[in-house]
């Protein structure tokens, strides 16, 4: 089973469903009609989609002078992950600074075929 997929639609990726010690099979592992993706397991009024956010935040090294590059390659870092579909990022600073990282992954080994044909 793929890390990054969400199997469940529920709106966490399969990754984050196991951390979290639920069934990245089902959108409401504990069947009492909230999904997962709503749930607040540890009572502090962050459902389980703001839990992997405000983790993720906090993991990150945000600068108000680093690149779009950096900011990809920190969150790839923070989330574990190498290759991914799409990867869309927007941060903005107290600042009023903002700063937008957008990439689709390149498959090099389809590519490297292609060029081969």
């Known amino acids: 089973m793929d890390g990054n997929e969400d199997a469940d639609k529920d709106k966490l990726t399969n990754l984050q469903e ?7 099979l089902k959108a409401d592992t504990d069947n009492d009609g909230i999904s997962d993706a709503n749930e607040d397991t540890d009572r502090d009024s962050l459902n389980t989609c703001e ?45 009023g600074k903002e700063l937008e990282a957008k990439q689709e992954f390149e498959d090099k080994e389809e590519d490297e075929e292609d060029d081969n044909e």
């Open 18 to 24: 196991y951390r979290a010690k639920m069934n990245p």
């Open 51 to 95: 839990e992997f956010a405000e983790t993720l935040v906090s993991r990150l090294a945000l600068t108000p002078d680093m690149t779009a590059d950096e900011l990809v390659i920190q969150v790839k870092e923070a989330l574990g992950v190498a290759t991914y579909k799409e990867l869309e990022i927007e941060v903005e600073f107290f600042s």
